[in-house]
């Protein structure tokens, strides 16, 4: 806020600026070609004098009395501000002490007073701090399932109850996703950092939107349980599933549209299993699964829609069953120009759209036995 006499000065000038703009334009616009001079000063116009200092000086009173208001609703809202900032700092306080207890339904009620401080969040960087505390949670170490042993019951039953706040924390996220940017209980926009989290459950990102901020999924690993991206949109900002593992269970990016991010699954290893890209959509932006490992399991691209962006398949086949049946590569950058075949099964069967750039070539000849191509791509080109 600026200081009184500056904003007093200045809406001053801008009063006078305006004043003399509006008489400018009515001297034109009623076409008037000169003022009367008199040498006298009757009463009339003594009388229009005085009204008209008396109208100043009330007009100056009335924008020194609209400058003092707006400053006055000014401090309100920072103070309001201030106000809000510190009941929220209080609250995020007792939130992480609560992450921090032994007990799991305590860490269960931390992990909801987080949710609910970041839906409540008076600016975006304090949202994004409750965000980042829940996603460093997940990311800590823990101890493995030491199994259901009866000489190790106590730390099994322990091991599932600290588990659980760690699924709560991944539906919760889910959950915010979902939400229109800019609504209540919306997280989009904010930075998801899940490096190298292990998730071992059910996981559920459908309908959910990436459209801004960074997403990452670097080095985790998917290894039970169904993680569902299920009609998702990836329309901005980047996510990175780069070095992630899918190992197990179900992950499900089936009827997702990857429409304007950047999206990597480099080094990505799919070693078992399934994994479905069935009915995506690629429109736009790139998505790169450079020297990423097809090794086992079950990976489907059936029904994809490769229509326009930038798709880069350089991945190394050599297992498991991959399947790009039925897919559409149509006005689209799509290149397996570095991709190698050497094993599994991988199948482009009733493509009709002519072969990617580099495919035939990283096919080689003769086909590979488990390498199943179109017919009308292994004719002579005329």
């Known amino acids: 806020m600026w200081r009184v006499g500056r904003a007093l000065t200045l809406t001053f000038v801008?009063?006078?600026?305006?004043?003399?703009?509006?008489?400018?334009?009515?001297?034109?616009?009623?076409?008037?070609?000169?003022?009367?001079?008199?040498?006298?000063?009757?009463?009339?116009?003594?009388?229009?004098?005085?009204?008209?200092?008396?109208?100043?000086?009330?007009?100056?009173?009335?924008?020194?009395?609209?400058?003092?208001?707006?400053?006055?609703?000014?401090?309100?809202?920072?103070g309001a501000h201030r106000e809000a900032t510190r009941l929220h700092t209080e609250r995020f306080s007792q939130a992480v002490d609560k992450l921090g207890s032994d007990s799991p339904a305590v860490r269960l009620g931390g992990v909801h007073a987080l949710a609910g401080l970041a839906d409540d969040a008076p600016d975006d960087s304090l949202r994004q701090t409750c965000v980042d505390v829940l996603?460093?949670?997940?990311?800590?170490?823990?101890?493995?399932?030491?199994?259901?042993?009866?000489?190790?019951?106590?730390?099994?039953?322990?091991?599932?109850?600290?588990?659980?706040?760690?699924?709560?924390?991944?539906?919760?996220?889910?959950?915010?996703?979902?939400?229109?940017?800019?609504?209540?209980?919306?997280w989009q926009g904010c930075d998801l950092d899940l490096t190298g989290v292990t998730i071992d459950g059910p996981m559920d990102f459908g309908s959910a939107t990436f459209s801004d901020g960074e997403v990452s999924f670097n080095n985790a690993t998917f290894s039970d349980g169904e993680v569902s991206f299920n009609n998702a949109t990836f329309s901005g900002g980047r996510v990175d599933f780069s070095s992630a593992t899918f190992s197990g269970g179900r992950v499900d990016f089936s009827s997702a549209t990857f429409s304007g991010s950047y999206v990597d699954f480099n080094n990505a290893t799919f070693s078992d299993g399934e994994v479905s890209f069935s009915s995506a959509t690629f429109s736009d932006g790139r998505v790169f699964f450079v020297f990423a490992r097809f090794s086992g399991g079950d990976v489907s691209f059936r029904y994809a829609r490769f229509s326009d962006g930038y798709v880069d398949f350089g991945a190394r086949f050599s297992d498991g069953n991959v399947d790009f049946s039925s897919a559409t590569f149509s006005d689209a950058n799509v290149l397996f120009v570095v991709a190698r075949f050497s094993g599994g099964n991988v199948d482009f069967s009733d493509v009709t759209s002519p072969a990617p750039q580099g495919l035939l070539a990283a096919v080689g000849t003769p086909t590979p036995a488990g390498v199943t191509l179109p017919s009308a791509w292994l004719l002579p080109v005329p």
């Open 135 to 186: 996603c460093a949670y997940l990311r800590l170490p823990y101890s493995p399932d030491p199994g259901e042993d009866p000489a190790h019951i106590e730390e099994h039953h322990h091991y599932l109850a600290l588990r659980e706040v760690r699924h709560t924390i991944l539906r919760l996220i889910g959950d915010h996703y979902r939400h229109p940017k800019d609504t209540h209980r919306s």
């Open 14 to 78: 801008a009063a006078v600026l305006v004043a003399s703009g509006v008489f400018y334009g009515l001297v034109v616009l009623l076409h008037v070609q000169k003022i009367d001079t008199t040498a006298k000063l009757d009463a009339k116009t003594l009388f229009d004098l005085v009204k008209l200092s008396f109208g100043v000086v009330a007009g100056a009173g009335a924008l020194v009395a609209l400058v003092v208001a707006y400053r006055r609703q000014r401090v309100d809202e920072v």
